[in-house]
């Protein structure tokens, strides 16, 4: 596996899209759950992107000149593939997190399917190589979390950290508790 999954703190951090088509809308998306700021550069939009709030649009012409020092992280999904790959040499120099959409590159970081339920966030991906499998099992896995009870994973969160503060066997006291009822998690809460 070349690319592990890992969460990353979005928080004061601003993307840089590079494209404003359907590549760039769907990798958005996974974003828009995420305190990062982004910003789109291209010279059209889809009708999706426009219509999304709290992301900025800037309409102007992508060349191998674009400044990237203001950003934190930069998506790339451009139809001029040769001026991709110019981009992505002046990343690296620049040493930029970077990603290349919907091609094989040397992207320091990918996306994937990304489901988040009840502070539970789980991310598929296939190391890039098929998005729409990636889409079809996260829709499964989303599928999965709409039957978890929020108050049940909550509970089971307060259990976590009294577990901890007493020293106790958080791994193994929770898989005794995972198929209790919220009546029974109430309770050995109160008795902790």
Request: cysteine-free; charged content about 35%; glycine content about 4%.
């Amino acid at each position: 596996m070349r690319y592990f999954p890992i969460s990353i703190d979005t928080k004061n951090k601003k993307m840089a899209f590079l494209g404003g088509g359907k590549i760039a809308e769907r990798i958005i998306n996974n974003f828009l759950k995420s305190e990062i700021k982004i910003y789109v550069f291209s010279n059209d939009f889809t009708k999706k992107i426009k219509s999304l709030k709290n992301i900025k649009l800037i309409k102007r012409e992508i060349d191998e000149n674009f400044n990237f020092d203001l950003f934190d992280y930069v998506v790339i999904s451009l139809s001029n593939k040769e001026l991709a790959f110019k981009l992505e040499k002046k990343l690296k120099k620049e040493k930029k997190m970077y990603m290349i959409a919907d091609e094989r590159s040397e992207s320091t970081f990918i996306t994937g399917k990304v489901i988040e339920k009840n502070a539970i966030t789980v991310s598929v991906n296939t190391d890039g190589k098929n998005p729409f499998i990636s889409k079809l099992i996260g829709e499964k896995i989303e599928n999965l979390l709409g039957k978890l009870s929020i108050e049940k994973i909550n509970l089971l969160n307060e259990i976590r950290i009294e577990l901890i503060k007493k020293n106790y066997d958080v791994s193994r006291e929770t898989k005794k508790l995972i198929n209790k009822d919220i009546d029974y998690l109430k309770k050995y809460l109160e008795n902790l």
